[in-house]
């Protein structure tokens, strides 16, 4: 279908359907049945098999209408395209379509107290007892957990296998006794993680995803759209914030609770937008110290842009997009905010300790020092970027490994 018709069709079809008096979920349910929800999905699965180019165009024509989309926020977008990638049909058919009206939310328990960066070392343990996976461990650092349905989780299978080859993927319930959440307290005051402790949680053999073993290749799906995407921040239907009907004012709730975690990451990006007005302001843009230090914070800004948008137009055009481009993209988000941070500090000198309204940008400023080491940290740490960057990229030679053979003999980081 050409741009213009698919244009066509969907206002055609928003004219026939779209009505602000629904509630939100009677209206993502008319969007799903439609197969506007996610239409780069297949048609299999509510989708209509779309470019992702094909699908902007969708996306417009919804801004334009003030139209709410399907519900498809941070940890929900990371579990149904793994879903949809490794999935099995009754899987599929089971957890995307609560993913799309928003019925279920979910959350990404991967990382442990021993294992972050080297991820594979994860020590969650599932055994099958029963007919059924019982899972014992900690996992941390989780997103929303707090109020998360679901989660995808990884765990140790087989512990006399390599330590990648041991790990399977699953799909848990987190509504059940053997799951505690706890939340974590950041510098920044916002509180957008938790800890999770699993004692005897338990998860149906149907709920294992890719296969006893695969976890490890399922994870690097999960790990692709987590760096292709970990700059773009939730967005939801628009013009939501101008209009009235029932829908609107459930959205806004929706929106409330699952962007709350993510009210900071602005913060964490640096604010490279804040600069030049701060710099004018405080008249710190007449010093020619300040001003060399804006020049090179925007210039690499600006080339950043750049090769995000060469990158967008080759995934457009159809490329599919492998990890190191991502990884690329994610460390030049880190220098960038890094130096943002510095270029902040030298336009506002000791005042930007300062938090509160009443302080420098209204405690933007503050939040901005505490909030930026975040962004070298999430997704992937700066120096495990430069690794895949050196080794995939680079051709370098890989360093040696003191990881290899069963899991159970390896030296581990453990308590
Ligand atoms: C904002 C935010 C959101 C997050 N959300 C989630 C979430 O929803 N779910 C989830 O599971 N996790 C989440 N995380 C956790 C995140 O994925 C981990 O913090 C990250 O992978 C780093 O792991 P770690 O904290 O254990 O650090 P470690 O792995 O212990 O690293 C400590 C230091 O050692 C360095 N290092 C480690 N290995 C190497 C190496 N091989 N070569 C060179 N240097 C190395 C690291 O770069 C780092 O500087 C989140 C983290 C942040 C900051």
Known sequence: MTHDEIRREVGRWLDENWSADLSLLEWRNILVD???????????????????????????VFEERGAVEAAQIGPRRLASETILANGSDDQKQRYLRPILTGEHTWCQLF????????????????????????????????????????????????????????????????????????????????????????ANAEVPAEDLIGGEGNGWAVAKTTLSFERRSFTRRPTGGGTQGRKRGRVYEEFEAELLIATEPYTWYPQREGRVDLVLQRAKETDAIRDPAIRQEIAKLLSLSKGAALVSASAEAKRKAGTTEIIPAGSIRKLAASVIARQAAHVHTMITGA?????????????????????????????????????????????????????????????????
């Not at 506007?36 to 098999?49: K, L």
């Not at 995939?392 to 290899?404: A, K, N």
């Open 351 to 415: 005042d930007a300790m300062l938090s509160g309204s009443k302080s420098p940008g209204g405690g933007i400023i503050a939040e901005i020092l505490v909030s930026v080491p975040a962004i070298s940290i999430a997704g992937g740490t700066d120096e495990i970027q430069r690794n895949i960057i050196a080794e995939r990229i680079l051709g370098m030679p890989r360093g040696h490994r003191f990881d290899t053979g069963p899991f159970r003999d390896i030296r581990r980081n453990v308590s």
């Open 34 to 60: 439609g197969g506007w929800a996610a239409p780069h999905w297949p048609e299999e699965y509510f989708g209509r098999g779309f470019t992702t180019e094909q699908a902007a165009v969708v996306k417009d």
């Open 111 to 198: 990382s442990e107290p021993g294992s972050g960066s080297d991820l594979a070392a994860a020590s969650t343990r599932a055994e099958l007892i029963d007919g059924k996976w019982i899972l014992n461990g900690q996992k941390v650092w989780n997103t929303s957990a707090h109020h998360a349905d679901f989660g995808i989780l990884l765990a140790r299978t087989d512990w006399d296998l390599p330590k990648h080859q041991g790990l399977s993927y699953f799909l848990l319930d987190m509504h059940q006794p053997g799951v505690e959440v706890r939340p974590l307290k950041q510098m920044n005051g916002h509180q957008s993680f938790n800890e999770v402790f699993l």
